[in-house]
Every structure is written in C-alpha cells, then in structure tokens.
C-alpha cells in the first residue's frame, strides 16, 4: 500500500510541473504578444511626427552649407596648364622698341636679336633655344605670305591683321605669318611658330599712329 500511495504521489506531482510549464508558457507567449502589439501601436505616431523638426533642418542646413563650399572650392580651383597654353607677355620678356618704324614687342629674356637693314627695309631676327621669330618691315607683302590665298583675320592689340598659316620653304616645318599694314604704306610681317610667337603676337603693337 505505500508504494501505490507514493506512485499516486509522483504522478500527481508530475501532473502539477507540467499544469505550471504550460500556464508559464501561455503567460509568457501573452506578454510577448503584449509587448509587440504595444510597440507596434507606438510605432505609428513616430512615422506621424513632422519631417521638418527642428532637428532634421538643422541637419539639412548644415548639409547644403557644406555643399555649396564643395561647389566653391571646384569653381575656384587652379586648373592645369595645358602644354600650348601662352604665358603672360611680362613673365621673364625683355622690351624692344623701334624708333624708327615706331613699334615695340616683347621677347624672352634668354634670347638675342639680330637687325638687318637693307634701304628702306629692315629685318629684326629673334633667336635663341632653337626657336626664331623674325620682324620684317617690307614695302611690299613677300611672295611666301601670299601661301595660300585666304588668310585669317586677327587683331593685335587693336590692329588689324592678316594671318597666314603656311610652312618654312627651308625646313618644312609649320610657319606662320602675320601681316600687318601700316597708314604710311608699308607692312609689317611676322613670322614664327609656337607658343614663344604666340606670346610675341600678343605684345606687338604701334607707338606710332
């Protein structure tokens, strides 16, 4: 008789755990679902708040500042030279002056000139570093300018010009030539090539009008 008793017991007992297990269960599967309804029901009024708080313009003033100095600093940055591109006539150029045909031009300052007169006619030859760049005050257009027959117009400093792109008849190589008639009948013709012509074009000019 006490060991049917004490069976009885046991299995009462075991009866007893597993009755608690599921009301554990069920008591914890109700709070879960409690607490995930309540932040879903608190969830909404979050996604309801104004986009624009005080927070989120702060912070979208403080983007657009930062991006218009990023648009700033690109505007204003230095872009690289290019290889063709022409100094300014001032840097490291020496003053040439005629005072006889009443003009003036610029050169490199590392190079020599050479003038030949010849009667009513002179000739001021630029060198230096391989490069030449010759002046020639002519009475009449020389038979080379006339290749080919439709020149550019330009404008040094205000006067006008002729420009013929046309090549060295002793080297080949690319020449042009820039003429420019003055009011007493005569012409100046300049002829070179490059970035140095380039830059002498740019300071040539008449004293004398």
Avoid: C
């Avoid at 030279?81 to 300052?109: C, K, M, Q």
């Avoid at 257009?141 to 330009?154: G, K, M, R, W």
């Amino acid at each position: 008789m006490p060991r049917v008793y004490a069976k009885q017991a046991a299995y009462r007992a075991a009866a007893a755990h597993k009755t608690r297990a599921k009301t554990t269960s069920k008591s914890l599967s109700s709070f879960l679902d409690k607490h995930s309804r309540d932040q879903r029901l608190n969830f909404g009024p979050f996604l309801n708040q104004p986009v624009f708080s005080t927070t989120g313009f702060i912070i979208i003033a403080a983007m657009s500042v930062l991006l218009s100095f990023v648009i700033i600093f690109f505007t204003n940055a230095p872009l690289p030279l290019a290889t063709n591109v022409v100094p300014s006539i001032f840097s490291g150029t020496r003053l040439y002056i005629s005072l006889t045909y009443g003009y003036h031009l610029r050169y490199p300052e590392t190079w020599n000139y050479e003038i030949k007169s010849a009667g009513e006619s002179e000739k001021v030859v630029f060198s230096g570093n391989g490069d030449r760049i010759v002046v020639a005050t002519i009475n009449n257009v020389s038979i080379y300018t006339l290749i080919p027959a439709v020149p550019e117009n330009v404008a040094l400093n205000g006067i006008n010009a002729l420009r013929y792109h046309d090549y060295d008849p002793l080297t080949g190589q690319p020449m042009d030539r820039v003429v420019v008639k003055r009011e007493d009948g005569q012409y100046h013709e300049i002829s070179g090539y490059g970035p140095k012509f380039e830059r002498l074009l740019r300071s040539f000019a008449l004293s004398l009008q």
